[in-house]
Structure formats: C-alpha cells, structure tokens
C-alpha cells in the first residue's frame, strides 16, 4: 500500500483528485484501507475501480470482462463459468461506465490530430433501428469516441463532432467522412473559434483555418459499390492531398474511408449486435453504449497495432519489433496495458472548488493548513 499514489474519493473533501499534499495515510493493512486526514474518511483500495465491493477475485472478473470485450457471447460466458447472467450483465455494464471516464479524462485531450475518419453502423434495435456514429484519427489508429442513438440525423453527427472538436488541437485537421451531408454543417459549425474584438456581447466565432473536408460518395449497384466520388466539401484539394500524405505516409494521395471501416469490422467482431444478418438484438441503448465503450478503451490501450510497431535494431544485424497501441502511439501511455491496468486505473474527481459567499473559519483554516 502506497499512500502517494492515491488521492481522496470524497466528493466532499476539499483536497479530493488531489495527489501530493501528504493527506492520505493507511487506516488498515488488513482490510487494504486509507484515511484522508482533512476529511476523516476512509476507502478502500479499489474505491474508483470496477473491483469495487465485489465478491470475486480480480483475476476472475478481469478474465469475464476480457472474454466480453473481445466479442465471447454473453451465453457461453454463464455455460462455462456458472454465472447468472444478470451479474455478467452489471460486469459489463460497470466496465463500460469506468472505461468511458477512462476515454474521457485520458483520450478526449486537445493534441494534433491530422486526419480523422468518421463513419455510422446501423444496429438493429428491439423497438426499430439504431445509430452508432464513430471517429478515428488515422496516423495514430486512436479511437476518438462514438455516439448512440436513435435516429441517424445531424444531431448525431454534431455530437460526435463535438467528440472529436474536445479531442483536436488548433492545427490543419482533415475529415474523411461518407455522403452524409450533415457531416459538412456539423463540422463547420463545431470549429470554430471566438475573436475576441474588445466589445461587449457575444465574440464572433471564426472558422478553423486549414479546415479540410473530402466526402466520400460510393456509387452502389445491386448492392454492390461500383464506382467512388470524391467531393471537397470546405478547403482545397491541395491542402488534402498535403494531410493525406503526412497522415498516411503513402504515396497515393487518394481519400478515403478505408481505416474507419477496418475498425468498423473490429468493433462488429467485437459486440454480437452489430453483426450482420446474426439473431442478436440490443434491448436497450445504454448497453450499446456501454459495450462500445469496453470495446474501444480496450482497442486504445491493450491491443497492439501491427501497423504501428516499431522496430529495434539489434547487434549482429538482428532486430526486434516493439509493440505499439494506438494510445501509445499518441503519446498518452508509454507501454501497453492490461486489461486489469485499465480496469484498476482510479480516473481522478473533478478539483473542489471554493463555494460563493463567506468561507467559514474552519475552512480557511484547511485551506491555510494544506496549502489549497
């Protein structure tokens, strides 16, 4: 047990999120407990985690949610280990929920992203037909986020856009998307930047320079594509063909949506309802959800890309091939996780702030003592 590397969980206490002001000690070896000395409260060690209060070991829940997040059936998890299924079910659904704060404080991070490819699933759903919209950014594989929803209009695609607007740095970005037209208004109205001019009122937003968009258009006949048009929907073929060939490293400047549609394929191999022509159906979208978000954490931080490896040159003219997931490829871990890793990684609670109106004299006298 390690008092330093843990912060404090009570939504209360002034110092919680916080790391390295000395406050958490160990309450308990027994029973893996830590106190916080500015609030008195005490948590165990897997407070934050999915382990938390459950009767199984790790190992064992560590090994259902692999099975799970690598596409095993829900069935053949219950036949072959005894479980209920309801309680498979509240596995899953407490992975997803971690796993999205897990993609929200580490992945949705302004960097530079380049290029990035967006693309919907249709999911059939018990009461009709469903929408899971999803972005990548291409140099990198990283799976930038992915919205349900009922119906496949511009709300969904402004609200993955906005996804990826909370994920992008001010740089020449390019989008690759389909023949939707809501993705070109969607995107032009999400980036954009306020100029400030000094006078009163609302600024006015600026579009994003060096902003990109090429649109995909596939000519299908007899349900299969015959032909591919590219359209220019904001920027120039110039400024694309550039993005194109820093992103892609390749030397045919073509756009299109071919690494969407290979993680596309994953995350269908992956959750049993996305499959095309299967039996399986999702009940509600919150699982959908929850399922997509298990899936694209796990892709992001424990599963290495073979295209994104790199190789060690050895003595004797020999070599090795290192490893490398999309997350460690964009800089946000330095070695691929395991599932139990992301499982047990403890997503820090927002700052406290300090509440309007007069501080009482007990808590200028934390704040002073801790130096907050």
Not at 114 to 141: F, P
Not at 224 to 235: D, H, K, S, T, Y
Not at 286 to 302: I, K
Request: net charge positive.
């Amino acid at each position: 047990m390690d008092p330093t590397k843990v912060f404090c969980h009570n939504p209360d206490c002034i110092a919680r999120g916080m790391l390295g002001l000395n406050n958490i000690g160990v309450h308990s070896i027994i029973q893996s407990r830590y106190i916080c000395h500015i609030c008195n409260k005490t948590f165990t060690d897997t407070k934050g985690t999915v382990f938390y209060r459950l009767r199984y070991s790790e190992q064992f829940v560590t090994l259902i949610i692999t099975l799970l997040a690598f596409g095993c059936p829900t069935t053949a998890i219950v036949k072959a280990f005894g479980l209920d299924e309801r309680t498979v079910a509240d596995w899953q659904c407490r992975a997803g929920i971690h796993c999205q704060k897990v993609h929200q404080h580490l992945v949705q991070q302004p960097r530079d992203l380049g290029q990035v490819q967006a693309d919907e699933i249709r999911v059939k759903h018990q009461g009709g037909i469903a929408w899971l919209a999803m972005a990548i950014a291409v140099s990198t594989r990283l799976w930038l986020g992915g919205v349900v929803s009922a119906c496949r209009d511009a709300d969904l695609i402004t609200s993955l856009i906005e996804q990826v607007r909370s994920c992008a740095l001010y740089r020449p970005l390019l989008f690759c998307v389909d023949g939707f037209v809501a993705y070109v208004s969607a995107i032009q109205k999400v980036f954009r930047i306020p100029v400030f001019n000094g006078k009163i009122g609302r600024p006015h937003l600026k579009a994003w320079e060096n902003l990109c968009i090429v649109r995909v258009i596939k000519q299908v006949s007899g349900k299969r594509v015959v032909g591919v048009i590219q359209r220019i929907g904001c920027g120039t073929w110039k400024q694309a063909c550039l993005l194109i060939k820093q992103t892609q490293n390749t030397s045919r400047l073509n756009a299109h949506t071919a690494y969407i549609e290979r993680i596309n394929g994953t995350f269908r191999s992956r959750i049993t309802a996305l499959v095309r022509r299967g039996r399986s159906l999702v009940r509600q979208l919150a699982t959908l959800r929850n399922g997509m978000y298990l899936v694209g954490t796990v892709y992001n931080f424990c599963t290495p890309h073979k295209s994104l490896r790199k190789v060690l040159y050895l003595p004797a003219n020999s070599h090795r091939w290192i490893p490398m997931t999309p997350a460690m490829a964009i800089g946000i871990t330095d070695h691929v996780w395991t599932v139990r890793e992301l499982l047990s990684y403890q997503v820090p609670l927002l700052s406290w702030k300090l509440p309007r109106g007069r501080p009482s004299k007990r808590m200028k006298e934390l704040i002073n003592r801790w130096n907050l």
